[in-house]
């Protein structure tokens, strides 16, 4: 007979398991220009819509500004703002980052 402890899950047989779940999503460039970045807070929590949820994710703000910054310089179609964490119980994403990457330009046709 075998026991299982609290922090023990039990898994069906050919199912893997894993200790984490890393996210990485893209975000709307446009739509992060209207989230105020209040000097002086070191943190700030963001809503993310997906079709069936909402998710939270707390980044620092400091990262938040940096991204503003960068979707002023290059325009939103030219900016790929990429959100990275891991994803917990209550549709969170800790240990959240949140990055601003300039699109490559598309190539023309000769």
């Avoid at 894993?18 to 990485?24: F, S």
């Avoid at 990262?63 to 979707?71: P, V």
Wanted: charged share 25%; hydrophobic share 45%.
């Amino acid at each position: 007979m075998s026991t299982l402890h609290s922090d023990a899950r039990a898994t069906a047989p050919g199912m893997p398991t894993a200790q984490r779940l890393k996210v990485t999503t893209t975000l709307n460039a446009a739509e992060l220009l209207a989230i105020p970045a209040p000097e002086g807070r070191p943190r700030l929590t963001l809503r993310i819509r997906l079709p069936d949820r909402t998710i939270t994710a707390e980044i620092a703000a400091k990262s938040l500004r940096k991204a503003q910054t960068a979707i002023r310089e290059a325009d939103a179609d030219n900016i790929a703002l990429v959100l990275q964490g891991r994803f917990i119980a209550g549709d969170r994403v800790a240990e959240a980052g949140l990055s601003a990457q300039p699109k490559a330009p598309k190539a023309t046709p000769p």
